[in-house]
């Protein structure tokens, strides 16, 4: 999976100490997962806020970045910030809504053949972790997701291919694809799963 | 069947990419080991999970979009306001330590060296009137021209004539006022985007860094600079 520290582990210092052009390294770095982040949640929903939710993440980042230790944890951070921010705010506009009394929703219109996006309000679990538990599972999820099985669980899961088409898109054996999902899978469950 | 094949089946089914026959032989299989049923309840619950997470940790991953431009200004903004400006050179530990040297020199009896400093630095500080006062704005898009005109000629007027730096960009004016000066040397700057002049620069071995906003008029807030420049370079 991608890189985590483009990042000099150096600049750390330099951003707690408010270093403009440290700043600006970093936020070019950064936009790209806050965007879309928040994209992910919002687009369906209420695509001209998605610019808005990203910048105001990168923000929150500036309040926080003197609470984290390491490069490593600056995306991970980051990304949790702009999936709450973005959560928070497609509740308090359907808060709104109801409160209004109005009935039209506030899902994306969809297209033909499109899925209908999943309402807002049938919340996933991990919209009720705090951003930096979010980010600790995400910064745990990308040092254990190694390539290619992250690619992998994507390409099964998320994009639909077939043991034969991953096979030949990763570059390994056919039967080895399963043995890749079975070890992805496991690292899932043990970092997201329910924990007691 | 093996762990192996069971596992691979499972997964086609879950994913919804098995064949008719495959997806017969797994209902004939749960049938048939009925201890086999539990693990597939539980390869669903892994994958529910899976499904959940794994488009975030891809958004986390992404590369590609550039921060638009407009949004510099404001997070610099933020940072200042947040974590302040470094430490001015942060007249690192080694000058503190070289003063410190000079210090106890001066009390173990080099008087007569320090009288010779003295006679000649005392006619130079007597001929400085004060600081050399730089001025630079941003003149980027969006910031309406004639104001920005406007803007430069009330910054001309408050420090005398002094020629005002134009900047296109807010990374190059930045550029400015970091880069190296003379000890003597304050940078005043503003940024018609985010409404904020920044002062920045040294006199006597003092720092300044000090941001103003825009709040009534821009005529008003340079005064206010005026006289915060004037009264951290007074003799």
């Given at each position: 999976m991608?890189?985590?520290?483009?990042?000099?582990?150096?600049?750390?210092?330099?951003?707690?100490q408010?270093?403009?052009?440290?700043?600006?390294?970093?936020?070019?770095?950064?936009?790209?997962?806050?965007?879309?982040?928040?994209?992910?949640?919002?687009?369906?929903?209420?695509?001209g806020?998605?610019?808005?939710?990203?910048?105001?993440?990168?923000?929150?980042?500036?309040?926080?970045?003197?609470?984290?230790?390491?490069?490593e944890?600056?995306?991970?951070?980051?990304?949790?910030?702009?999936?709450?921010?973005?959560?928070?705010?497609?509740?308090?506009?359907?808060?709104?809504?109801?409160?209004?009394?109005?009935?039209?929703?506030?899902?994306?219109?969809?297209?033909?053949?499109?899925?209908?996006?999943?309402?807002?309000?049938?919340?996933?679990?991990?919209?009720?972790?705090?951003?930096?538990?979010?980010?600790?599972?995400?910064?745990?999820?990308?040092?254990?997701?190694?390539?290619?099985?992250?690619?992998?669980?994507?390409?099964?899961?998320?994009?639909?291919?077939?043991?034969?088409?991953?096979a030949?898109?990763?570059?390994?054996?056919?039967?080895?694809?399963?043995v890749?999902?079975?070890?992805?899978?496991?690292?899932?469950?043990?970092?997201?799963?329910?924990?007691? | 069947?093996?762990?192996?094949?069971?596992?691979?089946?499972?997964?086609?089914?879950?994913?919804?990419?098995?064949?008719?026959?495959?997806?017969?032989?797994?209902?004939?299989?749960?049938?048939?080991?009925?201890?086999?049923?539990?693990?597939?309840?539980?390869?669903?619950?892994?994958?529910?999970v899976?499904?959940?997470?794994?488009?975030?940790?891809?958004?986390?991953?992404?590369?590609?979009g550039?921060l638009?431009?407009?949004?510099?200004?404001?997070?610099?903004?933020?940072?200042?306001?947040?974590?302040?400006?470094?430490?001015?050179?942060?007249?690192?530990?080694?000058?503190?330590?070289?003063?410190?040297?000079?210090?106890?020199?001066?009390?173990?009896?080099?008087?007569?060296?320090?009288a010779?400093?003295?006679?000649?630095?005392?006619?130079?500080?007597?001929?400085?009137?004060?600081?050399?006062?730089?001025?630079?704005?941003?003149?980027?898009?969006?910031?309406?021209?004639?104001?920005?005109?406007?803007?430069?000629?009330?910054?001309?007027?408050?420090?005398?004539?002094?020629?005002?730096?134009?900047?296109?960009?807010?990374?190059d004016?930045?550029?400015?006022?970091?880069?190296?000066?003379?000890?003597?040397?304050?940078?005043?700057?503003?940024?018609?985007?985010?409404?904020?002049?920044?002062?920045?620069?040294?006199?006597?071995?003092?720092?300044?860094?000090?941001?103003?906003?825009?709040?009534?008029?821009?005529?008003t807030?340079?005064?206010?600079?005026?006289?915060?420049?004037?009264?951290?370079?007074?003799?």
């Open positions: 991608g890189k985590l520290t483009p990042v000099n582990p150096h600049e750390l210092k330099s951003l707690q408010g270093d403009a052009v440290a700043w600006d390294a970093a936020f070019r770095w950064l936009w790209p997962t806050v965007f879309a982040v928040a994209q992910l949640k919002l687009q369906p929903f209420l695509p806020e998605v610019e808005d939710v990203a910048i105001e993440s990168l923000e929150q980042l500036v309040e926080k970045v003197r609470e984290v230790k390491s490069v944890e600056l995306k991970p951070l980051a990304a949790g910030i702009a999936h709450n921010r973005a959560v928070s705010l497609l509740r308090e506009r359907f808060a709104q809504k109801r409160g209004a009394g109005k009935t039209e929703s506030l899902d994306a219109p969809v297209g033909e053949g499109q899925a209908k996006p999943e309402p807002v309000a049938d919340d996933s679990p991990l919209d009720s972790l705090a951003a930096k538990e979010l980010a600790a599972r995400l910064q745990q999820s990308l040092a254990e997701l190694k390539p290619p099985l992250g690619e992998i669980l994507s390409d099964f899961f998320l994009h639909g291919l077939r043991y034969e088409e991953i030949q898109k990763r570059k390994v054996a056919v039967g080895s694809v399963g890749y999902l079975k070890r992805g899978l496991e690292a899932m469950r043990r970092i997201w799963g329910e924990r007691d | 069947m093996n762990d192996e094949n069971f596992f691979d089946l499972a997964m086609k089914v879950i994913a919804r990419q098995c064949t008719d026959a495959e997806r017969a032989e797994l209902d004939a299989l749960l049938a048939r080991e009925s201890q086999r049923n539990a693990e597939f309840a539980q390869l669903q619950a892994y994958v529910r899976a499904k959940g997470a794994l488009p975030l940790v891809d958004a986390t991953q992404a590369t590609a550039e638009p431009t407009y949004a510099h200004g404001r997070l610099q903004t933020k940072v200042r306001q947040t974590l302040g400006r470094p430490k001015a050179a942060d007249e690192s530990q080694s000058a503190k330590e070289r003063s410190a040297m000079w210090t106890w020199r001066w009390v173990l009896g080099l008087a007569a060296a320090t010779v400093v003295v006679l000649v630095a005392l006619p130079i500080f007597r001929g400085a009137s004060g600081p050399a006062i730089q001025l630079a704005m941003l003149d980027g898009v969006g910031v309406v021209r004639g104001s920005n005109t406007d803007a430069a000629a009330l910054l001309k007027q408050t420090w005398k004539d002094r020629a005002v730096q134009s900047f296109t960009n807010a990374d004016l930045r550029a400015w006022e970091t880069s190296a000066s003379k000890e003597t040397t304050v940078k005043v700057s503003y940024d018609p985007s985010t409404g904020e002049i920044h002062v920045l620069g040294r006199w006597s071995g003092r720092t300044l860094d000090k941001t103003f906003l825009v709040e009534r008029d821009l005529a807030t340079l005064k206010l600079v005026r006289d915060y420049v004037a009264e951290q370079t007074r003799h």
